[in-house]
């Protein structure tokens, strides 16, 4: 019985998960946005083996690193530039939107690699700059075992330096190599030097690494790995120029870096901070588990002189915590993705955020979580928390305050590493993890997605000032199927109250997004937004909202989208991103998706369902997702309901498996007369002893009846003609 119902409770565990999971996201139906927008690649050139990465942006193009080329992408058409180089003092251009063929000559000449002509890429691309590896270098590529798809130079890093130079780096076919080119006075780039990628981007695409520039420095951060096999990760500093040295990660010690995947960088003053997971070093003794991390190095780190070595002495490490509350909290371990940095302000106080993607281990069932983080909350933990140590192998991991930490404290931006007592020195060479989790800014997740179909795999936010002057962060995710999702959290402060806008499909073969950018631009002295989504093989560019296909004042203002307004005067629902709006123009209700402005104004689109979408555009309705007591009433509720269902079900099967004496039988009536017929069974089977009452222990014997059956069959006697049989298959 216990087998039993340990079998029925994991199917009913199973299955009424999956309807708890799947039930919140059944209405999430996506629209197909496949023909919306503008598309860099045709279907044609998509091979799933381009690896495009968005490498730089400004207001009117950006360079897109891809396979044996960079290639400069105008924003307005989302086409490949190349420009031919004009006669002396005529510039000419042939794209029609380009009034001035000079002043654009002048914003993208940071960007543009080769000449100087405009031409549009509907079939097949244009590349701005080739750069492939070498026959030396593909040979050593495929001797090594790769694929000819990967022996090819993927660009990953691009970025500007003073003086019209330019630092250039791809994996040109598994041997990292970096470029400085230089913009001669004919607009020509001439290669200045080269010298080794490695340890600045990975030998394998596909692998996980993140790159900045500081150009007051002329240094290079990297997170990556440094060997072919990808086993050799590191934080890394790359000098260009100047005395500086080069200092990377402890090498082979997993307190410090342990099978990481590297998510992104940021520069912060006078450090820079790294975002990654890894498999956590104080979770050994319990198990395996993986922890998201951010990281920080100082720029004025000189390195470890007392042993010698080019390691960090400023590298320091915190966990991040995105969960959902409670006696036992519901985290969301794997961090995936990150926005850029986000400042807003409120009540005027400006707070910067990083906000981020998480997911469940994918061993578990399946669920993405968005978690923002504060980077003052982050400096003040970095600044004063404690450490936590173990001082061997086996025992456990605990915390060191500031009274007993060494001066001056390990981590500090403001130390001379070079003058650092010994005491200090071996602390850092030994401990690098804070005991303090770097805490959810909103206490909770500000979305959590269930779906079994899909993750979160891309993350955008821009900011959006509304009619009544409060400002909203617009959150853009992409999926691993291909689809956006818009939440908008129309709560104020610290609270969280998201609302899903809309979720889009953009690509036909459901393949994941890899990068997703809010784009803004001003065309014809008019500001917009659009959002650039990048794929391994595609570009696509796509409005950031559709307040247009809103025809009526209600329909408007229940999209709770920032971006939208009902206008009074035009009776049109429009737009802006500048945040110019006149309150006593336009109607908008971000918070509730109801304005008083609206109440007398009805159209055929109000309808019955107010919040309907047109045909123009029919997006998915807003509606609330799920809140952390949602989460943990689900999973309690799920889990108290299968365990009784299972007990039931259990049950009854254990009851129909009684063995058949022990409970009455379809055929005891028979059974009865068959035992009532004594004196019968004995006049067919007088040659067959039966025993008699035994008066002194009054015990009746009775012959075995398969003994009687088996007599009967050696001397050819007959059972009678209601004696029973019972057959038994094995």
Known sequence: MHRKFGYYYWITITVMFTVVYTWPT??????????????????????????????????????????????????????????????????????????????????????????YYWQTCNSCPRLTLEWSPTADDVSLCLVKGKTQNDCHNFIRFMYKQPDNRMIICGTNAFKPLCRQYQLTATNDYQVVREFSGVAIVPFDPRHNGTALYVPETDEIYTATFADFSGSSPLIYRKPLSGPTAELRTKRYDMKFLNDPHFISSLDDGDSVYFWFREAAAEYNNCG?????????????DQGDHKADAETWTTYIKARLNCSLSGQVPYYFNEIAATSNLVVTERNGKKTELIYAIFHTPSSALRASAICAFSMEEVRYIFNNGPFKVQKTPSSLWLPIYQANLPTPRPGDCQANSKTIGERAANFV???????????????????????????????????????????????????????????????????????????????ADRT?????????????????????????DQLKLVPAHYCANKTSCRACTQLQDPYCAWDLIRSQCVSTVSGNWSESDFAQSVSSGQSPLCMDKFSEEDGLYPNDFTSAYPLVESRPIYTAECMV??????????????????????????????????????????????????????????????????????????????????????????????????
């Open 512 to 536: 994941t997004i890899s990068n997703i950018r809010a784009v803004h631009s001003d065309e014809a002295n008019q500001k917009t937004v659009s959002l650039l989504i990048s794929t391994n």
């Open 429 to 507: 060479r030994m401990h690098s993890l804070l005991s303090d989790a770097v805490p959810n800014y909103y206490e909770q997740p500000l979305v959590v997605d269930t779906s079994l179909g899909y993750q979160f795999t891309a993350l955008a936010v821009d900011v959006v000032q509304s009619v009544s002057g409060f400002q909203y962060s617009v959150l853009f995710v992409g999926t691993n199927d291909g689809r956006v999702l818009k939440y908008v959290n129309v709560a104020q402060d610290t609270e969280v109250k998201s609302v899903l806008i809309e979720t889009v499909h953009f690509f």
């Open 26 to 115: 059944a209405s999430k139906t996506p629209i197909d946005g496949v023909n919306v927008g503008r598309t860099l690649f045709p279907t044609a050139l998509r091979s799933g083996f381009n690896f495009l990465k968005l490498l730089s942006q400004d207001n009117h193009t950006i360079v897109v690193g891809t396979k044996n080329a960079m290639l400069n992408v105008s924003l307005s058409t989302l086409s490949v530039i190349k420009l031919t180089r004009p006669a002396p003092g005529k510039p000419q251009t042939t794209d029609p939107a380009l009034a001035d063929a000079q002043l654009w000559r002048q914003a993208s000449a940071d960007l543009v690699l080769m000449d």
């Open 288 to 300: 395996t588990a993986v922890f998201s991390r951010v990281a920080r190095v100082c720029k004025s």
């Open 633 to 730: 009433i689900a999973v309690v509720v799920t889990l108290v309901v299968a365990s009784a269902v299972a007990f039931l079900i259990g049950y009854r099967c254990a009851r129909w498996k009684i063995p058949f004496e022990a409970v009455p039988s379809y055929d005891s009536p028979l059974r009865k007369t068959l035992n009532s017929r004594t004196d019968h069974s004995e006049a067919y089977m007088s040659h067959l002893t039966v025993g008699k009452v035994n008066e002194a222990g009054m015990t009746m014997t009775y012959p075995d009846r398969r003994s009687e059956k088996d007599l009967l069959t050696v001397k050819n006697g007959t059972l009678p003609r209601d004696y029973k049989t019972k057959k038994v298959y094995l």
